[in-house]
């Protein structure tokens, strides 16, 4: 090993100092690589709630990462203990939950509760494979980290479709990292990347969703806005508060029609912007975020007269680990609907099979189930999570078969007839909705 004088201790890595916030390319001087570095996870801050034991090696990482402008191996080892750090998280939020008392299921045999006070414990309890009873279901438990995911999902303290997937990987990588079987270098970004995720899975566990998250996002807020399209194709989304202090009332304007929704508006995060405005249909989840329908078709003075007269605002919405319901009838799969909607339905459009679906998204929830009779693809049509994409199988079958296993999920649901509205010039769901 070759013994470094302090001065080149201190001095900083030229391949730290490629980093930049336009990508890679000309080199940062050392004072500003050092600011812009740890601005990347200064706003990962965890919930004042979190185990003291976690705070610290969270807060430990983030320390360290500082150091990458001296020595570009520190990346490496932030994102390798950042793996790491997940599953402690995993084992100090089961401990506060299981409040010193875990019970396990036996075959045959009454439930088994052991006492506990620490993570040792629960090890020791589980030398065999056991069920364990969360709640009012019983998961696979082993105390390792698969186990631990099984848990926190069963308990409800994990969210998200999508996230569930990603939490998949990170077990992945963090295996890798526990038992490595060669060498690898983790780059400024990716290490930045695995700390910024740690602190949404951190919050998570602890209840506090991420504002802009990537795996955990908290609820997003929806204005009302006016869409409108003429005869020409053309369409728009504008605010509601826009429309009514726009005072243009030529007729052109007038020979549009218009529909008021509560919606996620374009915003200064495009991450945000839902990519299927303009697919908004009223009867069908035909748009990326939750789009509720307030009033119309009409003309622009209608519209204004009409948001005058209500003053609607806007809200709240969570938008992962929602319910979708899609029927497949007469060989057309329909786009995914809300349970309102379906719930709503006359019974003359009942009929077909009906699929229950936990997604994200819409598109998630149809692509599934369109490709859940592939069997090269995967896509399983049992209950329980997708082996093959994001998506939770609740049930399928009749419409009364299928209303129920959703009521069993959400409770009562009440019923919505909306009047049929939607942008004529939908091309992404068409040929679905005629």
Sequence with gaps: MEIRPLRDLRAADSLSLAFNPYGLGSRMVPEDAAVFQQRQIADCDLADNVAAGTRDSFERLRNVFAYGVLCY????IVGDQALLIYEQALRDRFIEWCAGTITFRLPHR???????????????????????????TVVEFNGMLHGLRHWARAAGLL??????????RLAELRNHVA??????????VGAAQSVRDLAELINQLWGKATPDGRLYPAPLHREVVVLSWHRDERVRMELAEALLLSDRTDDEENADQHIVVRAIPFTSNPRWDDVHWAEFDSHFETTQ????????????????????????EGDSVDFID?????????????????????????????DGVWHAVRADFPVDAFAHVRHSTDRAVGHNRDRGDCR???????GSGTYNEVLHVTEAVLGPIQAVQSPAARLPFSRFWHTQTE
């Design 73 to 76: 191996d520190v990346y490496t």
């Design 388 to 394: 093959a994409c994001s998506v939770e199988v609740l």
């Design 159 to 168: 969210r998200g479709r999508r996230s569930r997937m990603a939490e998949g």
């Design 179 to 188: 038992h490595p079987s060669g060498y690898h270098v983790d780059t400024p």
């Design 289 to 312: 975020y939750p789009t509720d329908y307030l009033w119309g078709p009409g003309t622009r003075q209608e519209a204004r007269a009409w948001l005058a007269q209500e003053k609607p």
């Design 322 to 350: 929602r319910v979708f319901l899609i029927q497949e009838h007469a060989g057309v799969l329909r786009p995914p609907r809300r349970p309102a909607v379906m719930a709503g339905l006359p019974a003359s459009a009942r």
């Design 110 to 136: 009454p439930d088994e509760s052991f006492t506990v006070s620490s993570y040792d414990d629960v090890k020791q309890c589980t030398r065999q494979r056991r069920m364990l009873v969360v709640g009012t």
